[in-house]
């Protein structure tokens, strides 16, 4: 045969090289090709997850404007809405402007009782029972039978300067016992 050299030397190399080229090629299919499967896997996955970074980056950029911007117009919101709250200073004179609306009215305040105050957080929610009598038509001047109506008023009222609503820690004095 002329492939296979005569000289047992050069039938020994040709057998090592054989062997090492099989050797190379089990190699290669058994263990580089599954190492290299798994990095191109890893590297198309790191690609796909850095382009979903930036995406949501450019999704946190416009967002993050738009969520400063809501916040800023829900700070003016909610500092609007406080102007509104009366203080506790201000609830008798509320209560005084009502009697007093009352009576222009032609209406009798029969009863304004205050009932317990209920500490939040940031506000106190106070309640009133109110009951008042009036004619049912003002007009109706042979008419003489009064109204009576009984109902319940709320406001919430925010602590005055200084005041701290009951909900919030009190910082301790210095020198004060705690039990």
Known sequence: MALIPE?????????IFVIVGAGLYFFYDSWYTP????????QARLEQLESANRRAQ????RGSQDLIERLALYERHVATLETLIPQSHEVPALLNNMAMEARRS????????????????????RSYEIGVIGEYHE????????????????TYVLPGP???PPDVPQPEQPGAVSE
């Open 7 to 15: 000289k047992p030397t050069k039938r020994a190399a040709l057998l």
């Open 35 to 42: 190492q290299r499967e798994d990095a191109d896997a890893m």
């Open 58 to 61: 450019i999704v946190a950029a």
């Open 106 to 125: 032609d209406i009798d305040l029969a009863l304004m009782r205050p009932e317990p105050a209920e500490t939040g957080t940031f506000y106190t929610k």
């Open 139 to 154: 007009q109706a001047v042979d008419y003489d039978a009064a109204v009576t109506a009984r109902f319940r008023i709320q």
């Open 162 to 164: 200084g005041e701290v």
